[in-house]
């Protein structure tokens, strides 16, 4: 099941307005990560986000992460036409069992967004 | 150059027709992982492993097989194809320690089953 919901699904915006999207998930989780991907490209890294941490920066990138909301936010400002892609928030868990790792990482269905010029 | 690479990138097979996808990285990275993606449906992890001879079931597993004999490589089998495995796949790889990191994924390879 998808653990990873995102909203909104889809995004316009013109150059220079903040874009926010928003991810809820359901279990426990050791951290948060944020992907981007270009049209059928391979995702890249955005940020990553620990589960003690409630906020974090990166460039133009903002990361909020609430547990006991089980929701994160992710906030570009000042967007540029370049930032035109799909975003997806990913949740990580990572634990042992029975002498036995197990680690999943749950991504959601993405939001597309659109920046204009 | 840290990459993760795929082959082949394009694919189209016909139903039942066994293949391999496969997946290598030069990082040393212990986690590696299959997904594949599906419009409005995002990713959805078929397959990982922890480090050698280490795989489990992600959310997806059914008609596919994967092994990991070496570090490095991570091949994605299908024994017996169908069309509801047309999809976009990735392959991914992390370090791994107490969490699972930043994932550094693979260009992707796009089967058709026809």
């Not at chain 2, 059914?62 to 024994?79: A, M, T």
Request: hydrophobic fraction near 30%; charged fraction near 20%.
């Amino acid at each position: 099941s998808q653990q990873g919901e995102e909203d909104p699904q889809a995004l316009s915006i013109q150059e220079g307005e903040n874009a926010t999207m928003n991810c809820s998930y359901k279990t426990s989780i050791n951290n948060l990560q944020w992907y981007r991907q270009n049209s059928g490209r391979g995702l890249v890294h955005l940020i990553l986000i620990r589960s003690n941490e409630r906020e974090k920066h990166s460039g133009r990138l903002r990361v909020t992460l609430d547990t006991s909301k089980k929701s994160s936010s992710l906030l570009i400002t000042a967007s540029r036409a370049a930032d035109t892609a799909s975003y997806f928030c990913a949740t990580a868990l990572a634990y042992n069992a029975g002498g036995t790792s197990y680690g999943k990482l749950t991504f959601g269905q993405g939001t597309i967004l659109t920046v204009h010029p | 150059e840290a990459q993760v690479t795929q082959n082949p990138r394009y694919l189209i097979t016909v139903t039942g027709k066994k293949l391999t996808v496969t997946c290598s990285q030069n990082m040393n990275h212990e986690y590696m992982s299959w997904y594949r993606q599906d419009p409005g449906l995002g990713l959805r992890q078929i397959y990982y492993s922890m480090n050698v001879e280490v795989t489990d079931k992600g959310d997806v597993p059914e008609g596919y097989k994967v092994s990991r004999k070496e570090k490095r490589n991570f091949p994605l089998i299908l024994e017996s194809p169908s069309p509801n495995q047309t999809s976009l796949y990735f392959c991914a790889s992390s370090t791994v320690g107490e969490r699972l990191y930043e994932q550094y994924f693979g260009p992707g390879t796009r089967l058709t089953v026809t």
